[in-house]
């Protein structure tokens, strides 16, 4: 059961975490209250009958965000020599784009860009890599194929044998198609299957895109940053 | 209470490396890491410190990470070190066997003998 005030008190915290990392560069700042929240659910999923007592709990065990920040920015003053930080987050999610933007329009370098990513799991990259195997280009390659076998299929051999009213055996064979009304049913099948297939790498794109979203490192909610979200 | 800040300090120095050993072998979530810390006394007072040392980690290339489904809940984000963190944790262990001796040695007699 969740907590009474689960929500105020999360996002309470998270609100204070963002405010505490305010100087952070915005996909730093994100990240962090992304491993935080991630943190917290876990905690709640390991309770079996959470109060606001247990939530407070895990709040306190978190420590004071002012704790949190400086830590994170003892780590960025030492990095920031080499480099700053904002790019970093923004060139990693550039080659999550290129991947799926290639997946559509050119699979084979899609997918290597697909598995070099560390933003997601092996099962989202094997829907990217076999929804549609090939992507476009597969389709283009084997749909004809598969269309050829299909009519080859449903317009297949036949042969029978009736014994005739004077007893005689009559054996006919021959190659034609089923009747009107099955190869009709074929052919409305036949276009949703071919529909479905060429909707299926867009589907794909938009959901490894969807769950990039979740853990991109880029904060695109410039305007809301002082909203705090809740955890869902 | 005097004792706590004593042990910040001394934390200070080792907690990254005690990370690596534990994601020298195997990979581990977060969340999983801090339980594992947080059990060993001293080791981790501020639960939410941990986050920006695995970023510090990552962006110094010590760790990686991969994301992986979990049962029933959304995917974790998996931490494990590279070989660049294993090499760095196997210079740590030499540094502080020789490190612990030496302070022992002067807590225990006043001085070398």
Known sequence: MTAPHADQIIAGYLARLEAALAPLPSSRRQE????????????????????????????ERLGEPSETAAEEMAGTRAASSTATTVP????????????????????????????????????????????????????????????????GFSCGSWSGSTTGPDGQTVTTSGTSCPPGVVMALFGVLGAIVVVAVLVSPIFTAVYLGRRLKRRSRIDSRRGAESQPRLVG | MAAEPLVTQMRKGVLDYCVLALLHDRSRY???????????????????????????????GLVQTEWKESSGGPPRRYYRATSDGRRALRAFREEWSTFRAGVDRILASGGPA
């Open chain 1, 32 to 59: 962090l209250i992304d491993d935080v929240r991630s943190h917290i659910a876990e905690a709640r999923g390991a309770l079996a009958d959470e109060t606001d007592a247990d939530l407070l709990t895990i709040i």
């Open chain 2, 30 to 60: 977060g969340f999983e890491i801090v339980q594992t810390l947080a059990a060993i006394d001293g080791m981790l007072t501020s639960e939410g410190t941990i986050y920006p040392l695995l970023g510090r980690l990552r962006r110094d």
């Open chain 1, 88 to 151: 970093s987050g923004g060139r990693q999610n550039l080659l999550e784009i290129l991947a799926i933007v290639l997946l559509l329009v050119f699979w084979p370098a899609g997918v290597v860009l697909l598995w070099i990513s560390d933003l997601w799991t092996t099962r989202e990259k094997l829907i990217g890599t076999l929804v549609p195997p090939g992507g476009y280009l597969g389709i283009f390659f084997f749909g004809p194929v598969l269309l050829l076998t299909g009519v």
